[in-house]
């Protein structure tokens, strides 16, 4: 058939609003910036059209223009209308002409899956299929009366020379069969963009609000709302925006109520003395909603003070905007305090952040290749992960950037001067993604083993948190690659929260012997400091503990 392109207007709709989160970049005891991300406009870009979709072989009714040399997947969704009489028991089959894979959602629930996997939280291709012929798949039965059909369709590759992807459903009987989509039927599809994480027919994941959100903050208990600038900045280059609200003056160690439109949330600010503070940390957060959303879930039933979050976050590569709305949503729904609270968090930066997710410590690409990340989350320096916050109460936090976005020689300088800076502070942290100490998941880091493990020695480091490998490790206190017990350095990790784990060695501890601890297991880090020295207490999301160390302060 000749391949045409069939438009329909776009329809509009309420601006969609993915958070807030709170977020600490300077001050906790009195300062806080507000984040969520909003989808106004145009429904996502979604369009209407008749399967078969796809370009390059003229057989398509409805062509993908541009498709070749920019994406990948294209989204589609429909709701559907069960024909009468269909008997208890009957087979329901899903027809495809396909190429290369496809998944098949109902009422946003997975129900087929064909050629495609999940690498590092994003669907890909398993090995290149042509759509030759019609081809046959059972589908768990029976389908929802006018629930919705979603279907994600992906290409072997943006440089593929086509693509094609047509569908029907039939049930069948004894004795009798009906058609429930059609060859050729109309659906809305969305094609060059990640949809909105509701795409699928989920409820209760987005909420429609207007676009533009009144924001007010104000002490819990007190009277008046205060008004502060919203501003609204691109996304990445998405067609989201970042909407944002900096709060200054804050009281220390209070209840901070903050209004979004209709909505309230609490947070606490940092207080300026403390018996005890707690705080909870690990990485590599979301390859999975489940898997996210019970670890979030711990992280605020340990009622922390923040979140100290070390890379990896949503997965996105910087090229897939849906994922960090997943992220914000399921943090500011599920990371609340036994009383309510939403944690703020302190965040550093990791592969997964930036396009290609890689490690390169000597020739990273820069800021314009992590810049969701960058446009998301307040730095203290445009276009710089590395930052230091000084709590009151006797602490401070290094965040560093390990080779993702900047090289690792170029923080250095910057780094021993932070260090130095704060030699009479009574509590130190190191964070960063790429762990130079691990258990043999991946390569050690060896280039941060040398430029920088040297000052966390010579300056007194108390810990240092590492993340990436998706594993729990913990090294025996370390100076100069060797175990000190008293002189030492823990090394905590390595950023398994809420990721597939992989598989740690069973000889580990006999090849690796400075390591104390190194399971495959989900978890996160309660720290709890106080006056003689801290302690880091590991557990996983139903809240067991597996794993403690306990450490007097160094200075």
Sequence with gaps: MVGFFFFVGVSWAKAAVYGPVVQWSARPESEASVRWLEAAGPTGGWQKGRAGFGYG???????????????????LRQRIRLP?????????????????ALVVYSEG???ARINARIVDGREQVIQKHEAEKWEEFDLPGPLVDGGVLAVLG????????????DLEVVVRWEGGEQVVVKEGSEWEYLAGADPDPGWKGETGTKRERSSDLAFGYREKGAERWRAVEVRRTPFGKS???????????????KDIEIRLGEEI??????????????FVTGGDMYHTIPLMDAMNRRAGLEDPVFALLGGDLAYSNNENPGRWCDLLESWDQKARTPDGRVVPMVVAIGNHEVVGAGYRPHDAP?????????SLFK???EGQARQVIDFASGFSLVLLDSGHSANLASQTAWLEKTLKERGEVRGMFVCYHRPAWGCGAKEDAVDIQKLWCPLFDRYRVDGVFENDHHVYSRSKPLRGGKVDEKRGIPYLGAGAWGVNVREVPANVLKIRPWLEKAEAKNHLFTVVLDERGWTAVAKEANGREFDRVERQWRR
Excluded: C, Y
Aim: charged share 35%.
């Design 154 to 165: 992906l290409n072997d590759g943006r440089q593929s020379s086509d693509f094609s992807l």
């Design 109 to 111: 629930k997975e129900v």
């Design 366 to 374: 820069g800021p314009k290749d992590a810049d969701e990340f960058f």
């Design 84 to 100: 009468k009489g269909i008997p208890a028991g009957a087979k329901w089959v899903l027809r495809a002409r396909f190429d290369d």
């Design 379 to 381: 730095m203290q320096e």
């Design 57 to 75: 072989d003229d057989d398509d009714r409805t062509v993908i223009s541009g498709m070749e040399g920019r994406f990948d997947r294209v989204h």
């Design 239 to 253: 067609s989201l925006k970042v909407g944002s609200a900096d709060l200054r003056g804050l009281p220390a160690g």
């Design 265 to 278: 949330r609490v947070f606490r600010t940092a207080p300026e003395k403390a018996e005890t503070l707690r």
